[in-house]
């Protein structure tokens, strides 16, 4: 065909199949959800977690509302106001437990609402996990630093 001057007749890609279609009733999105049993302790979670979140909140508003015992003036303010309670601990001890304890109980309660989104929906729990993570060495690490 060379010799004669005509090209030669293109040749015609091969056409690969299209993929066989999924499965009735599952859909791509479905391979990133969990499943039952995961999305019950996701339900559980929720309840510990926002229970930890109020636990904390109300310790860190305790702690910054008490007088140090060395500080004379806040304890007879807090005697006048019928509390005996003090904080034994140095001002940067009481502040380094304050700013760990306040972000230790809000990321708790979001925790909790991501567990509930986790819970209905089987989806965002490497996040939940995550938060839950973080709240808790904070958590851990206030409470450290307020009772050495």
Known sequence: MEASGTPPPERQPQATPPPPPPPPGSTPSDEDQAS???????VVLALALAFASAVMVIAMADIGSTPRCDDPEGIAEALRQGENECFDGSSAQKVATLVLGWPSGILAGIAAL?????AATGRRGPLLLQLTAVAIVLGVLSI???SV
């Open 36 to 42: 039952g049993g995961w999305r019950a302790l996701g």
């Open 114 to 118: 991501v567990a509930l989104y986790f």
């Open 144 to 146: 450290l630093v307020g």
